[in-house]
C-alpha cells in the first residue's frame, strides 16, 4: 500500500494520534509520560511555532488538534515522534520502537468537524471507563487540576470554533454528554482519514447530520 500524501496548510488544524508499539501500556508513571509529552511540546512551540489545542495521553496512545502556522506539519511531528519516544525508552530503559507505526493525521477543514473532534479526544478518557466527566482525567489538556500542557493550549480562530460555546462552563458541559452511538462511531472512523470526512452511509447514501448534535449556535443566544 503506497503512503498517503502529507496536506501541508496554514488554514486548518490537525487531529493526530499514534498508538504504543504493539498497544502496549506504558511501563513507566503515567505522571512522568505526561512530563515528557509537555516538555516536548513547549520545545516544538518555541522551534516550529505549533498552535496546540488539546491533548489527551491513554495508557497506550495519544490524541492531540495541532496547527500549524508555517505549514509545517511533518517537520513537528518528526521532532515530535522522535524526542518522546527517546525520553521514554531512555526513562523506561527500553531498547524496542515506542510507536507502533507511524502516526495518523487528519486535517480538519470545517468548524462543525471541529467541534465533534475536539469533544472526541477530550472525551476518550470517559469512554474508555476511566473517569465520568472529561475534567476529571489528569492527563489531559483540559484537566481542572490544571498542568503545564493546559497552559501550553491556544484557542482556534472564531471560525474553526463557531459551534463551540464561548465560556469553558458551557463548553465542558457539552462535552461531557455523550454522543449518540453513531455519530461516536462516525467521529472515530473520520479522525482516521486524510482530510476529517465521514463516511456517507452506504444504505442511505447520505452523510450523518452531525449538525443536529452541536452546542446550541452562539448566534442563536439571548
Given at each position: 500500500?503506497?503512503?498517503?500524501?502529507?496536506?501541508?496548510t496554514?488554514?486548518?488544524?490537525y487531529?493526530v494520534?499514534?498508538?504504543?508499539?504493539?498497544?502496549?501500556?506504558?511501563?513507566?508513571?503515567m505522571?512522568?509520560?505526561f512530563?515528557i509529552?509537555g516538555?516536548?511540546?513547549?520545545?516544538?512551540i518555541?522551534?516550529?511555532?505549533?498552535?496546540l489545542?488539546?491533548?489527551?495521553?491513554?495508557?497506550?496512545?495519544?490524541?492531540?488538534?495541532?496547527?500549524?502556522?508555517?505549514?509545517?506539519?511533518?517537520?513537528?511531528l518528526?521532532?515530535f515522534?522522535?524526542?518522546?519516544?527517546?525520553?521514554?525508552?531512555?526513562?523506561?530503559?527500553?531498547?524496542?520502537?515506542?510507536?507502533?507505526?507511524?502516526?495518523?493525521?487528519?486535517?480538519?477543514?470545517n468548524?462543525?468537524?471541529?467541534?465533534?473532534?475536539?469533544?472526541?479526544?477530550?472525551?476518550?478518557?470517559?469512554?474508555?471507563?476511566?473517569?465520568?466527566?472529561?475534567?476529571?482525567?489528569?492527563?489531559?489538556?483540559?484537566s481542572?487540576?490544571?498542568?503545564?500542557?493546559?497552559?501550553?493550549?491556544?484557542?482556534?480562530?472564531?471560525?474553526?470554533?463557531?459551534?463551540?460555546?464561548?465560556?469553558?462552563?458551557?463548553?465542558?458541559?457539552w462535552?461531557?454528554?455523550?454522543?449518540?452511538?453513531?455519530?461516536?462511531?462516525?467521529?472515530?472512523?473520520?479522525?482516521?482519514?486524510?482530510?476529517?470526512?465521514?463516511k456517507?452511509?452506504?444504505l442511505?447514501?447520505?452523510?450523518?447530520?452531525?449538525?443536529?448534535?452541536?452546542?446550541?449556535?452562539?448566534?442563536?443566544?439571548?
Amino acid at each position: 500500500m503506497s503512503r498517503k500524501s502529507v496536506i501541508y496548510t496554514c488554514d486548518h488544524p490537525y487531529h493526530v494520534s499514534a498508538r504504543f508499539n504493539n498497544r502496549e501500556w506504558l511501563e513507566i508513571p503515567m505522571s512522568y509520560a505526561f512530563g515528557i509529552y509537555g516538555n516536548i511540546l513547549s520545545e516544538s512551540i518555541d522551534r516550529y511555532h505549533i498552535h496546540l489545542h488539546a491533548f489527551v495521553l491513554m495508557n497506550n496512545h495519544f490524541h492531540m488538534i495541532v496547527s500549524t502556522p508555517e505549514s509545517n506539519i511533518g517537520n513537528f511531528l518528526k521532532y515530535f515522534m522522535t524526542k518522546t519516544s527517546k525520553g521514554i525508552a531512555n526513562r523506561s530503559q527500553r531498547i524496542n520502537h515506542i510507536y507502533g507505526g507511524r502516526n495518523h493525521k487528519s486535517l480538519i477543514d470545517n468548524s462543525v468537524y471541529y467541534a465533534h473532534c475536539l469533544k472526541y479526544v477530550l472525551r476518550n478518557p470517559v469512554k474508555a471507563g476511566v473517569c465520568t466527566k472529561v475534567e476529571d482525567y489528569p492527563w489531559s489538556s483540559i484537566s481542572k487540576k490544571g498542568n503545564k500542557i493546559c497552559r501550553l493550549i491556544t484557542p482556534l480562530s472564531l471560525g474553526h470554533e463557531e459551534h463551540l460555546p464561548t465560556s469553558t462552563k458551557e463548553r465542558i458541559s457539552w462535552f461531557n454528554v455523550p454522543p449518540p452511538a453513531e455519530v461516536d462511531r462516525v467521529i472515530s472512523q473520520a479522525c482516521k482519514r486524510s482530510i476529517f470526512k465521514p463516511k456517507t452511509d452506504h444504505l442511505t447514501k447520505k452523510h450523518p447530520n452531525l449538525f443536529a448534535h452541536l452546542p446550541t449556535p452562539r448566534s442563536t443566544k439571548k
